[in-house]
């Protein structure tokens, strides 16, 4: 019935029921997911740096980033669940609770769960991104002149050097804004039902198959994104007060010398976000070899490998697809990447900052208002539903990860070793596969993992580009989040993580070997 133009669609969006509820618990869940994890990083780096607690957590956290988004949704719904882990633990004796308690913790109605799992989740994130960019900060001096005028060790990086850092990784906040307001994965696994939020809901109209429903959910798409602006905007503005803030406390004089606190309290958001994952994880694990577990037993009265024979007959397909998809979407990354480095490298010109803005569009822009463009631009080609479709859809935010995981070792090259080949008579092309790429490849096969880690967690591009006809081990398991079957989700979900820990593992077992005569290459890589 759509001949013609008009504004019906919006009509029908703004009478569906519940709809402001869903918008609020977007924008909540953007900002309140944002702000959470960035003072949780900032705080944490303040206090911490340079300690051995900060290296101990510094690398407990950097594998989490590899954890897709569904399994460790899947991990802290199985630890904050009534008859989960941490209810468990609590003995019976002293609550009395011989059956779990009728408490709403996850598909709560106001999100917090949602949040709680977005926070952990995307914490890994920024600290990386903000430990990527201290170099640019001169942070320790900056440090140790503030330490000399008096200033504490949390004021003194707070007044010094976050402002310059917090500039170096806007960007990055705000794809967790766009992303934390417009998730879906995390979403179906830990959000709210009535209503959900509305990238939940535009989900629901695009697969409903009812082809009308395909109106309000190209509305409802172009709405998601208005909600999107509107907390970034929101966001813009509290920086402008944080900065006049800021500069009100230098201005006061205070070193904040009395920081223990502060610095305690870093600590344990920061532990805090680092146990939910790793025992979420753990708990999926468990629960994939558990045979009878009763409540309110900690552990199953036996282990069995049921579950993973019950899931064996339908997880060659998902894997194969999961496979396939990374592999090709992150050597396609892999090759435009390397191609526009070396070119920057050759001519000495780089895109600046617009080319980085550009290269951040595709994670500023909420996934489900393009997405579903995306599909029906597919489908007018006849690709639709195609692995093909599904690769081009993963490569779009495949590459983004993959330039900036290797941009910065790339630039970083010395390239004295070039201008040598040069005068030995190598001609650019020689120097780059015989001298850079080589003494580069443990950055390549990083970014490379990154890109594959990031195509194994697509859930929404493989949904609906996909149409529901290229199964992945991702949109295998949220699917498996309506039947409650937790063995099964327990070994798919553990799939899905092992699937990103293989690409990394390979990407630092390879140089080890091929370098392992090579004592200053292997030191390097």
């Known amino acids: 019935g759509g ?71 899947f991990g802290i719904a199985f630890l904050i669940a009534p008859s989960g882990w941490l209810v468990r633990l609590v003995s019976p004796e002293l609550t009395g609770w011989r059956y779990p308690p009728d408490f709403l913790v996850v598909n709560d109605p106001m999100g917090l769960a949602m949040m709680a799992g977005l926070v952990a989740k995307e914490i890994p994130f920024l600290l990386l991104m903000a430990l990527a960019a201290l170099p640019q900060t001169d942070a320790a001096r900056s440090a140790h002149v503030a330490a000399s005028l008096g200033y504490g060790k949390t004021a003194g990086f707070l007044f010094a050097v976050f402002p310059r850092l917090y500039r170096q990784i806007r960007l990055p906040v705000f794809a967790v804004i766009a992303y934390a307001s417009s998730v879906v994965d995390v979403a179906l696994v830990l959000g709210p039902t009535n209503p959900p939020p509305l990238a939940v809901q535009l989900v629901r109209w695009m697969n409903d198959p009812d082809l009308a429903m395909r109106f309000r959910a190209s509305a409802g798409a172009l709405l998601q994104i208005a909600v999107t602006l509107s907390a970034i905007a929101v966001w813009i503005l509290g920086e402008r007060l944080v900065a006049r803030l800021g500069a009100a406390a230098v201005a006061s004089g205070r070193r904040g010398t009395a920081d223990g606190a502060v610095r305690f309290a870093a600590a344990a958001a920061m532990s805090l976000a680092v146990a939910a994952i790793v025992l979420g994880l753990a708990g999926l694990a468990v629960w994939s070899l558990a045979g009878p577990w009763r409540f309110p037993d900690v552990l199953p009265a036996s282990f069995t490998l049921e579950g993973w024979h019950r899931a064996a007959g339908t997880l060659a397909d998902p894997v194969a697809a999961t496979f396939v998809v990374g592999i090709v979407a992150t050597l396609v990354a892999l090759v435009l990447t390397l191609a526009c480095l070396e070119n920057e490298a050759r001519t000495g010109r780089d895109g600046g900052d617009r080319s980085l803005l550009v290269l951040y569009l595709p994670l500023l822009v909420p ?62 092309a020689r120097a780059f596969w015989r001298v850079r790429a080589p003494m580069l490849l443990a950055a390549i096969l990083v970014a490379a993992a990154v890109g594959f880690a990031v195509s194994v967690g697509q859930y929404l591009p493989t949904l609906l580009v996909g149409g529901g006809r290229v199964p992945t081990v991702t949109t295998e398991a949220v699917a498996l989040a309506a039947g409650r079957d937790r063995r099964v989700i327990g070994v798919y979900a553990i799939v899905q993580m092992v699937l990103p820990f293989v690409g990394f593992w390979i990407a630092l077992a390879l140089p080890a070997v091929l370098y392992r005569d090579r004592s200053a290459m292997r030191a390097a890589a």
Do not use: C, K, M, N
């Open 3 to 73: 001949e013609s133009f008009g504004l019906a669609p919006f009509a029908d969006l703004a009478a569906t029921a519940g709809l402001g509820r869903s918008i609020l618990l977007s924008l909540a869940a953007g900002l309140i997911t944002t702000l959470a994890a960035l003072l949780v990083v900032t705080f944490f780096i303040a206090g911490w740096l340079g300690t051995p607690v900060f290296a101990v957590l510094r690398r407990i956290v950097s594998p989490l980033l590899s954890v897709p988004h569904a399994a460790a949704a």
């Open 367 to 428: 996934q489900v208002a393009f997405l579903y463009g995306l599909q029906v631009l597919f489908f007018r080609f006849g690709l639709d539903g195609t692995l093909g479709a599904v690769v081009v859809a993963h490569l779009v935010f495949v590459l983004p990860y993959v330039f900036l995981a290797l941009s910065d070792p790339w630039r970083a090259f010395d390239r004295r070793y070039v201008a040598v080949a040069a005068t030995l008579g190598a001609s650019p």
